[in-house]
């Protein structure tokens, strides 16, 4: 069982960054790919970036070139670091893990809202 914890949203304006972590406790993280998900209202939960247990990125077209997603298995976290920030990108967003030889990811955590707005 890993339990996640995510934080590091809030209010940004058009163009500014936000930095999301996410917290894993319950097993070596290492074992997991992990991903950042994100929910906007009305709208199904979509992918934004993923990261292998070999640290092997994937990323959304729309987050392509402004996020960055990245773990430290030693502080059992991963990150998001999102630059450039524009309106469509508010929503809660989620991070995801699953044991490297699962298909779908098992754990999330309950999400952190980030807000784009003047």
């Known amino acids: 069982q890993v339990q996640l914890v995510e934080s590091g949203g809030g209010l940004v304006q058009p163009g500014g960054s936000l930095r999301l972590s996410c917290v894993a406790s319950?097993?070596?993280?290492?074992?997991?790919?992990l991903t950042w998900h994100r929910q906007a209202p009305g709208k199904q939960r979509e992918l934004v970036a993923s990261?292998?247990?070999?640290?092997?990125?994937n990323y959304a077209v729309s987050a392509q070139g402004r996020f960055t997603i990245s773990r430290d298995n030693a502080k059992n976290t991963v990150y998001l670091e999102m630059k450039s920030l524009k309106p469509e990108d508010t929503a809660v967003y989620y991070c995801?893990?699953?044991?490297?030889?699962?298909?779908?990811?098992?754990?999330w955590g309950q999400g952190t809202q980030v807000t784009v707005s003047s």
């Open positions: 990261i292998s247990s070999g640290g092997i990125t």
């Open positions: 319950g097993s070596i993280l290492s074992n997991y790919a």
């Open positions: 995801g893990a699953r044991l490297i030889w699962r298909a779908t990811y098992d754990y």
